[in-house]
């Protein structure tokens, strides 16, 4: 059974930073997204496994 929800390690998410700002990065737990609020963007998180490739986000609206 799949989870709703995508769980990412704590630790993990203190060494992550976005790769186009190379700032801070924000979980959001609902849906299973790193935000990167200086790129606007949101890397998704799979199967707990964050994909962190600029081509793979998604552009947040202003």
């Known amino acids: 059974m ?3 929800t995508a769980e990412i390690d704590p630790r993990l998410l203190e060494i992550l930073v976005c790769p186009v700002t190379h700032g ?3 979980y959001d737990r ?3 997204e ?5 790129a606007k963007l949101a890397y ?3 199967d707990g496994v964050p994909i962190m ?3 793979e986000a998604r552009e ?3």
Request: aromatic share 0%.
């Open 60 to 62: 947040l609206a202003d």
């Open 2 to 4: 799949l989870a709703l």
């Open 53 to 55: 490739l600029p081509e």
């Open 34 to 38: 790193l935000i990167s609020r200086g």
């Open 24 to 26: 801070p990065l924000d």
């Open 30 to 32: 609902e849906r299973a």
């Open 44 to 46: 998704p998180v799979r």
